[in-house]
């Protein structure tokens, strides 16, 4: 079974501080890990991704996320937080050994306030 | 390329009326998922298919929803009849499945605008 957990259900930062939004996975083989934002009214939007390689990973709008196995950790970061990234972001796991699907977390509210 | 292609993008019914979602995945994706989206319950996958193939429609919550993929550019979720409790917002996502590690963007999924349901 594959699942994956996103401890705080908001975020808030001040623009211009560094950003962290938390993630922890649970899976029976490698893990193929995503983050996704969600904007009002807009449907989720890529952001990166790891599945193998440098655990350090780069994305869009500045965001990196760092793999940890062995604290079973994808937090999402950001240096310096702007307004415009105050959406809703998600989380997301592939195990793979199973299929083709992927497990979403419930998601965190990031809160940037000027 | 125009995206995931949802519509309608709001749809207002009466409880007991059938209800139709239509999807049209990024050209070339092979794979092809719909989920559904409740304060209360977060991001829930109905199903999806592959090949246009229905892989695993564990998440569909009752016998009244039904999906089809007809062909590799359509999709349709149906409700039928529909109950209030199925208001929501649900989404239709592509990505391409192929030899893990040999495409790029492998696994990477896009999600449509959404179809924001409200059953009266």
């Known amino acids: 079974a594959q699942s994956v957990a996103q401890p705080e259900d908001q975020v808030n930062v001040a623009e211009g501080n560094p950003l962290t939004v938390k993630c922890t996975y649970s899976v029976s083989g490698n893990p193929y890990l995503f983050w996704y934002v969600q904007y009002p009214n807009r449907g989720l939007q890529f952001l990166l991704k790891?599945?193998?390689?440098?655990?350090l990973v780069k994305g869009s709008y500045g965001f990196e996320a760092e793999f940890n196995k062995s604290q079973t950790s994808f937090h999402l970061k950001k240096p310096s937080a702007l307004v415009s990234d105050s959406a809703l972001y998600f989380c997301?796991?592939?195990?793979?050994?199973?299929?083709?699907?992927?497990?979403f977390g419930k998601g965190t509210s990031l809160l940037v306030t000027p | 390329d125009a995206g995931v292609i949802q519509s309608p993008r709001h749809e207002v019914t009466e409880m007991g009326q059938e209800v139709t979602l239509r999807c049209k995945p990024i050209?070339?994706?092979?794979?092809l998922f719909w989920y559904r989206q409740t304060m209360m319950r977060g991001l829930e996958l109905l199903i999806y298919?592959?090949?246009?193939?229905?892989?695993?429609d564990s998440g569909m919550p009752e016998d009244r929803f039904s999906a089809k993929m007809p062909n590799a550019s359509f999709s349709t979720l149906k409700i039928q009849p529909s109950e209030p409790r199925d208001s929501a917002v649900y989404f239709c996502?592509?990505?391409?499945?192929?030899?893990?590690?040999?495409?790029?963007?492998?696994?990477?999924?896009?999600f449509g605008p959404g179809t924001r349901l409200t059953v009266t």
């Open positions: 996502a592509s990505s391409f499945r192929g030899l893990a590690g040999v495409f790029k963007s492998e696994y990477e999924q896009y």
């Open positions: 298919f592959n090949n246009n193939v229905p892989i695993d």
């Open positions: 050209s070339g994706h092979n794979s």
């Open positions: 790891y599945i193998t390689g440098d655990n």
């Open positions: 997301a796991v592939r195990d793979s050994n199973s299929g083709y699907a992927l497990n």
